[in-house]
Structure formats: C-alpha cells, structure tokens
C-alpha cells in the first residue's frame, strides 16, 4: 500500500500516484482509494446506466460514470473510501486524474469542507485564491504569479477550513499544475517531456515540488476570474482588465459560486448551515477581486500586476 499527504489528511492508496507526496505519518488513513478491474459497481448500477444517468446519491456518498470507468466516493464516520473501477482499456493515469479532480473534490465536500474551483498561490507574506471557471485564465495567473515569486498550495481544487483559532486556511494538495497546451507552451515547456491528461481539457500535467508549499496557509484574499469577448465600455477597462473590489453579502456569493462541485448543488448535495458559517467566516477574513478580461488581448501582466497592487 501507498501512503500520501494530501490537504492535510493521511491516503492510503493499492495504486502508486506519482504526483502525490508521500507520507510518513503513523496511524489510520482517512481517505482509502481502490483502483481496480472489478466491475461491482457497474453491476450494481447497471439499470441506472441504462436509463441514462451518469451519477446517483447513496447513503453516505456518490457514484458516478464517465468514460474511464465506474466512481464511488463515500465518507463515514470521518473516513472516507474512493473506489475507481476503471474499464479495462483506460490507462491508470486517467483513473488518477479523475480521483483527483471530481473524486477528491466530493471526498473533501463530504468532509464538509469548502472545495474551491482554483489554486492557491502564496506570495510573500500574503495567501491568494486563484478561482475561475475553466477557459478563463487561472492557470495562466496562477503560473505568472509564480513567476514573481509565488508558491504553490493546490492547483484546480483548493480545500479551506476553519482553524481552532477562527481563521480559514487554505491546505495543500499535492505539488502538480494542469496547464492546457497553450499555457504550457507559453511558458516554455517542452511538451514531449510533459505527462499528457486525456481529460477531454487537452491538458498537460507539470510537477511543482520545486515551489510547493507542504502546510497550511492563512488565506487573505480571492480573485474571481471572468473573460468577455469584447469590452462593453472601454473607460473601464485598462489593457484589456476590468477590476473591481466585491463587498458586503456578495462576498458569500462570490465564493459560493466558485465551489467545485457547484453544479450539483441542488441534485443531492445541499449547503448545510456549518458549511454556510465558514464561508461567511472567510467572506469575512478576505479581499474579494472581481476580475474581468477581455478575450484576445494580452492581459497576463496587467492581470498579475493589478492583484499584486490589490491583495
């Protein structure tokens, strides 16, 4: 068996997950992972499969279909169990890739954690979430800022929580970046030498242990991305970046619309009101940039330099 750190926990995994950092902790796993040919779940939910449905609430958790295979992730009691069994012609990378993006991100949600939909980057004395829906430039921020300096805590997914002494905390996940094809071409990497994630995203997978950061930080502020096509009124874009500071009651807003797993929000996962009070709690604690771009204008440095002025 495999033992891992990842966003504070202890995993224990049958399968070796090189992007993973391994741990030498004592005690009990909390989170257990089986990659596997069996195909006992899709036995079990064979007849939902065959009316159409891709995933289903249990009990304790969630199993869900895609292409690599068949997912269950449950927690009980503290512990959770992530289950992949992944179709015979899936290569075990893509059954990793997809443990640790939806299957974690459910893992840690059940763990009621907040589950964001971006990085966290720490540069100098200041914490930062990065947070955007896909195509809207995370990756491309998150690597300038790391240019000027910055560290990495979680790429993707990042996982806050309410420390003992009422300050939210951003953990760190494992020291890996996904960039598309463009990102990790502008950025000088030699493709060919790159892990390449068949997602359906045209991904990329870089390893970061160079500027990883291996503990918890203080978070202090989050930029929410956006891209537009075109600028609507010019005098309030400069170079390209529209930026404005997000306050008040819209602030919860503003981060609840950037969870993970915000789309099944309603399907049978539901905010509960301790989940509720730590948002609120780092709605509090936080700078929230509101950050728009326009699409096709050279925007990195304007971005990168108008957050480091803001945070």
Known sequence: MYRYSLYGLIAESNTEFPQLLECNKQGEADITIDISKEKTLKEKYRSLLEKGHIHFFTEHGVW?????????????????????????????????????????????????????????????????????????????????????????????????????????YSYPGFPEQKLCRDAAESNGYDLEKLRYIDEDRDKFSVDRRDIFVNEKRKVDAMVSLHIIPRAVNDEEYVNGVKLRFIDGAEK????????????????????????????????????????????????????????????
């Open 64 to 168: 869900f279909h895609n292409q690599a295979g068949d997912f269950l992730v449950e927690t009980i009691n503290e512990k959770t169990r992530m289950i992949c069994e992944k179709n015979e012609n899936t290569d075990v990378g893509i059954a990793r890739s997809f443990l640790m993006g939806n299957g974690i991100a459910l893992a840690m949600t059940q763990r009621k954690k907040i589950v964001l939909h971006g990085s966290t980057v720490s540069i100098g004395d200041k914490t930062v979430l990065v947070c955007g829906d896909s195509g809207t430039g995370k990756s491309t921020t998150s690597m300038a800022l790391i240019d000027e300096g910055g560290k990495l805590l979680a790429d993707d997914i990042s996982v806050l929580d309410v420390g003992k002494d009422g300050l939210v």
């Open 252 to 311: 919860v807003n503003a981060i609840t619309s950037r969870f993970f797993l915000e789309w099944l929000y309603g399907y049978g996962i539901g905010l509960e009101p301790d989940e509720m009070l730590k948002c609120v709690y780092l709605a509090g604690q936080i700078n929230i940039i509101d950050v728009t771009r326009v699409r096709g204008v050279e925007t990195k440095k304007e971005v990168v330099d108008r957050i480091l002025e803001n945070i």
